[in-house]
């Protein structure tokens, strides 16, 4: 079957550095996206990857290894605005997208 | 109209009822999707579009049913509504099916 895992919770100090992991399982793969999710709210794209290595987009970066099955959302200088939920999705073969539950992200100041 | 809209924003209704969930964009999109979020669990699809006049069942179908008259709008109607169908639902659009997907505020729906 096809699986996005995530962690459930993570927190972190404002300020400071976060990782976030994902690894998947899917029917063929077209591309990782990365939304975060303020509670409450709708879902806001943030990253896309379909080939390996890094992509940076100013205090966020997201990297894709394919051969492992694995991506992870970085985030640096951490705000409080970023509190929220981190969602990882892979579009499989048929161009749907696999949703993982989510990371909901706690800063603590 | 700026992006994608959905309405209502929450609704309370009666076991057995029908009720239609409305989603408007503007983008000239040409794929839609429904999605449910529930607590603990992934957003999954239910039904999807890829252009005017087509739709797909996705991962949730069952208790749905979609229409695609035109670029703009995808409706997704609930014939019987059911305890297990209360959720938050999230309309989403993207140029094509492999493009990055924009979403509607959401609706969240009680059945009670």
């Known amino acids: 079957g096809q699986n996005i895992d995530q962690p459930t919770e993570m927190t972190a100090t404002e300020g400071a550095i976060v990782q976030i992991n994902c690894t998947y399982q899917?029917?063929?793969?077209?591309?990782l996206f990365w939304y975060q999710q303020h509670a409450g709210e709708a879902p806001t794209f943030l990253s896309y990857n379909v080939l390996d290595g890094l992509e940076e987009k100013g205090r966020f970066s997201s990297f894709l290894s394919r051969s492992k099955g694995y991506s992870y959302l970085l985030l640096k200088e951490l705000q409080m605005k970023d509190s929220a939920s981190y969602l990882c999705a892979a579009l499989d073969s048929n161009y749907q997208l696999i949703w993982g539950a989510g990371t909901k992200l706690i800063i603590k100041p | 109209i700026a992006g994608i809209t959905q309405a209502p924003t929450s609704q309370i209704l009666a076991a057995g009822r029908r009720m239609t969930l409305r989603c408007t964009q503007d983008m000239r999109h040409n794929a839609m999707y429904w999605y449910r979020q529930d607590l603990g669990l992934g957003l999954r699809l239910i039904h999807y579009s890829n252009t005017a006049g087509t739709t797909g069942k996705g991962e949730v179908p069952d208790g749905y049913s979609v229409s695609r008259a035109n670029t703009d709008d995808f409706p997704l109607t609930l014939a019987s509504a059911v305890p297990s169908q209360t959720s938050v639902y999230f309309c989403a659009s993207s140029m094509s099916g492999t493009d990055t997907q924009y979403f509607g505020p959401g609706t969240r729906l009680t059945v009670l």
């Open positions: 899917t029917s063929g793969f077209n591309g």
